[in-house]
């Protein structure tokens, strides 16, 4: 077990978090993965372990500062140490800025920017990476991190957020053997994708299957990414071959973004 990687994965019990999941124990790699809901997270490792995969996971809230050092403890009292982060958990959130509660602007940076912060010191810390000569983590962006979308200024803000902090302790960390790498889906066909669809859907008094066709038509490619797709970059990004990628938002979404 001594040379068997470790991975962490928050949002691990549906869409990017279960496919990067896979990736990873595809390439030897053992998970602890982690979601809010704790009967569907012993499902999915249950079902991987049965797979032949070494997998564990908890549940955590990434919004709670003691679910996630409860559940980074739990991981190194498993396997020992952390050497993979992927910080993937995240929530959309949106509408108009004149009416919006400032209850959801909150939640959204909680869930997808103050955890990202927590994690990374929690896994630097009691994972043990920062002392371990090597390491990997990759935040799960958007190309809503580099470009904005309409009626979703929460998530736009805290996805460029993401981005910031990603550039800034790729920086600090680069003479560590420590890579901090964003990844930034564009359109993934995924739970919260259909959320996101029935929510414009609302909003513009029109069917989801016209948001679709709308959306499909913005990409280049015609078509939603797929979780596997987002997955195998970051799969790449934990590899030796990635060492010299660092400090970097890259983009897995068809085209629609081009920068």
Known sequence: MSNQKIAFVTGVSSGIGLAVAKNLIAQGIAVFGCARDAERVATVMKELRDQGATAEGTSCDVT??????????AAVARFGRIDILVNNAGRGGGGEIATMDEA??????????????????????????????????VNIASTAGKQGVMLAAPYTASKHAVIGFTKSVGFELAKSGITVNAVCPGYVETPMAVRVRQGFAQYWGTTEEEV??????????????T??????????????????????????????GNY
């Open 212 to 225: 679709l066709e709308k959306f499909n038509a913005k990409i280049p490619l015609g078509r939603y990414s």
């Open 64 to 73: 709670s500062p003691e679910d996630i050092q409860a559940a980074v403890a």
């Open 104 to 137: 959801i602007w909150h939640d959204v940076f909680n869930t997808n920017v103050n955890s990202v912060f927590r994690l990374t010191r929690e896994v630097l810390n009691a994972g043990g990476m920062a002392k371990s000569g090597w390491g990997r983590i």
């Open 227 to 256: 979780p596997e797709e987002v997955a195998g970059l970051v799969g790449y990004l934990t590899t030796d071959a990635a060492a010299a990628i660092t400090a970097q938002a890259l983009n897995v979404c068809g085209g629609l």
